[in-house]
């Protein structure tokens, strides 16, 4: 099983991950064509890195990576609208619900052991931050997006939001705020080991966990369900309008 080391080398690196070959690349240190066949450490050493910062980074581009085997075939047969209302039911409504409980927890376990892990106090700012981002990024599909479709299908042309009256601009945008809330993600698993119960975890502690990474979970699959579904679909069905008009 692939393991991420300072002895990675970036041929393996290459096999791997597309999204830690991206993250590598970013850097600057290591080019398309360069020599795959040397390790994360020899690289460091030629550009003067603590290869630590590079491992980092890489896990976290790693963790952010959306698994390929998402399986979103309950959308299958459904109308745009329809997807618009699953996204809508199994998401948006489950994040409103669960992530005021999820802080609130999150507060608890700080108050009790914070003083003992420092990460908890990252873990307890990263989650406000990502509650505020994804209540922000909810409410712009659904004032936005969201009345696009649905006007598509029912009335064949679109109303003027305040985001324009095409999906190309709100789409743009949400796949931005994607990629952010990809990558706190990926740090929130970092902080937490992977959602990983430590031992001796009071009953907060464990319940806190749990409830992360179930967010984690259908956060994943929210994004999932938008990105390669419900947006696809709108430019689609927003080009064919065009053609049609
Ligand atoms: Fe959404
Ligand atoms: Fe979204």
């Known amino acids: 099983m692939f393991e991420l080391s300072s002895?990675?080398?970036v041929s393996?690196?290459?096999a791997e991950s597309p999204a830690m070959m991206a993250a590598l690349i970013s850097t600057g240190i290591f080019h398309d064509g360069d020599n795959q066949d040397v390790s994360i450490a020899e690289l460091c050493w030629d550009f003067g890195l603590n290869p630590l910062i590079l491992l980092n980074a890489l896990a976290r581009a790693r963790a952010a990576e959306a698994p390929s085997n998402i399986d979103v075939s309950e959308l299958d047969g459904l109308t745009l609208t329809q997807v618009v209302e699953n996204i809508e039911s199994s998401h948006h409504v489950y994040l409103r619900e669960t992530m005021p409980?999820?802080?609130e927890l999150i507060d608890r376990v700080v108050d009790a052991h914070g003083a003992s892990d420092d990460r908890l106090t990252e873990v307890q700012a990263l989650f406000e931050k990502m509650s505020a981002d994804l209540e922000n990024h909810m409410l712009h599909e659904e004032e936005a997006l969201f009345p696009m479709v649905r006007?598509?299908?029912a009335d064949g042309a679109i109303k003027p939001t305040r985001c324009g009256d095409a999906v190309g601009g709100p789409i743009a945008c949400m796949e931005n705020d994607h990629k952010l809330v990809q990558e706190e993600l990926g740090h929130l698993c970092?902080?937490?080991?992977?959602?990983a119960v430590p031992e001796n975890a009071c009953m907060?502690?464990?319940?806190m966990l749990e409830q992360l990474g179930r967010f984690g979970q259908?956060?994943?699959?929210?994004?999932h369900k938008e990105d390669k579904v419900l947006f696809p679909g709108?430019?689609?069905?927003q080009a064919a309008l065009r053609a049609g008009g």
């Open 7 to 9: 002895e990675t080398r």
């Open 12 to 14: 393996e690196l290459q």
């Open 101 to 103: 409980e999820i802080g």
């Open 151 to 153: 006007d598509m299908e």
């Open 190 to 195: 970092e902080l937490t080991d992977d959602y």
């Open 204 to 207: 907060t502690y464990r319940k």
């Open 218 to 223: 259908n956060t994943v699959v929210h994004i």
């Open 234 to 237: 709108a430019l689609k069905a």
